[in-house]
Nanobody, 121 residues
Framework: QVQLVESGGGLVQAGGSLRLSCTASGRTFSSYVMVWLRQAPGKEREFVATITRSGGSTLYTESVKGRFTISRDNARNTVYLQMDSLKPEDTAVYFC??????????????RGPGTQVTVSS
C-alpha cells in the first residue's frame, strides 16, 4: 500500500506556471506507474499525464501536451507535474495516483487527497 500527498497548488494568472509535487510513503514507490489526474467542478475525473516506473516513458492528454511535464525521483519517492502556459480551463483539483497499469485511463489503485489549481483570466 502507498499513501500519497500532493502540494504546490494555488492561484495563478493565465500564462503562468506551477509545479505540483506528490510524495509517497512506503518503500514501494518505484513499483508503481504514477499518474496525474484532475477534476473540475461538475466534470468527470480526467487523465492528465502518466510516467513509467523508471521514468523512461510518459503520456499526456492532448490538451496539455507541450505545456505540462511529468517527472519522478524514485530516490525521493516523489512525482512532479510542471505546468507552464496555464489556461483558465486548467482550473481543477489535481490528484496524483499510483497504479499498476499503463495508458490513458483515469483509473488508479491509490490516490492522494488532491490540490487545488486555479487559473485566472
Amino acid at each position: 500500500q502507498v499513501q500519497l500527498v500532493e502540494s504546490g497548488g494555488g492561484l495563478v494568472q493565465a500564462g503562468g506556471s506551477l509545479r505540483l509535487s506528490c510524495t509517497a510513503s512506503g518503500r514501494t514507490f518505484s513499483s508503481y506507474v504514477m499518474v496525474w489526474l484532475r477534476q473540475a467542478p461538475g466534470k468527470e475525473r480526467e487523465f492528465v499525464a502518466t510516467i513509467t516506473r523508471s521514468g523512461g516513458s510518459t503520456l499526456y492528454t492532448e490538451s496539455v501536451k507541450g505545456r505540462f511535464t511529468i517527472s519522478r525521483d524514485n530516490a525521493r519517492n516523489t512525482v512532479y507535474l510542471q505546468m507552464d502556459s496555464l489556461k483558465p480551463e486548467d482550473t481543477a483539483v489535481y490528484f496524483c495516483a499510483a497504479r499498476s497499469g499503463w495508458g490513458y485511463s483515469a483509473n488508479y489503485d491509490y490516490r492522494g487527497p488532491g490540490t487545488q489549481v486555479t487559473v485566472s483570466s
